[in-house]
């Protein structure tokens, strides 16, 4: 059971370029959720989705798309990449069965765009 | 409008003693609130929990604090080892009956414990 895992561990990308950063969860969780995290900030959530087929916008998802075509893959897509994207990204998911709050989060891509 | 905040950016404490990590909040909606704790490298895990019809919540070392007269939560830790060293972070919801899951979080606090 890998839990929640994400790829790449690490990339940068220069400025205008396009990326997709990969999240995939073994647990059966229907819900999934993408947050950034600057240096010294807390982390702010970009997206979420409730299910296949349905996501929906968060506090920051400016930049960003994603997509649900599986319970078990959450994509998250950078389209023209700039400084102001440079984080460290964390995928997260969660049982809405059991205590919707604790989320599980994958180990995180820290991404540079120069 | 950062609706949930961590004023103290580090603290450091012996081994042995007792931690006290705060959060302050501004929406009154809040109905959980929540300590994360995260590594380096990482990514963050859950600790415990507190909904807001409680003011006080214990786990263990672990033990959160509500007053919502202030806003205002705390985690204690008790007693500290070092391997409590990492960053806290403190999280809110206040969905109603939205059901989404959808967490606000504070900046962090990053707990030093010495041996």
């Known amino acids: 059971n890998a839990g929640v895992t994400q790829t790449p561990k690490f990339r940068i990308l220069k400025i205008g370029q396009s990326m997709t950063l990969q999240c995939t969860q073994d647990m059966n969780h229907n819900y999934m959720y993408w947050y950034r995290q600057d240096p010294g900030m807390g982390l702010k959530l970009i997206y979420y989705?409730?299910?296949?087929?349905?996501?929906d916008k968060g506090e920051v998802p400016n930049g960003y798309n994603v997509s649900r075509s599986t319970t078990e893959d959450f994509p998250l897509r950078l389209e023209l990449a700039a400084p102001s994207q440079t984080s460290v990204y964390f995928c997260?998911?969660?049982?809405?069965?059991?205590?919707?709050?604790?989320?599980?989060f994958g180990p995180g891509t820290r991404l540079t765009v120069t | 409008d950062q609706q949930v905040k961590q004023n103290s950016p580090s603290l450091s404490v012996q081994e042995g003693r007792i931690s006290i990590l705060n959060c302050d909040y501004t929406n009154s909606m809040f109905d959980y609130f929540l300590w994360y704790k995260k590594y380096p490298a990482e990514g963050p895990t859950f600790l415990i929990s507190?909904?807001?019809?409680?003011d006080k919540n214990e786990d263990g070392r672990f033990t959160v604090f509500l007053n919502k007269s202030a806003k205002h939560l705390s985690l204690h830790i008790v007693p500290s080892q070092p391997g409590d060293s990492a960053v806290y972070f403190c999280?809110?919801?206040?969905?109603?009956?939205?059901?989404?899951?959808?967490?606000?979080f504070g900046q962090g606090t990053t707990l030093q414990v010495k041996p």
């Open positions: 997260a998911s969660t049982n809405p069965g059991g205590f919707i709050y604790e989320q599980y």
């Open positions: 999280a809110a919801s206040g969905e109603g009956s939205s059901n989404t899951g959808k967490l606000i």
């Open positions: 507190i909904s807001s019809i409680k």
């Open positions: 989705s409730v299910g296949a087929g349905i996501t």
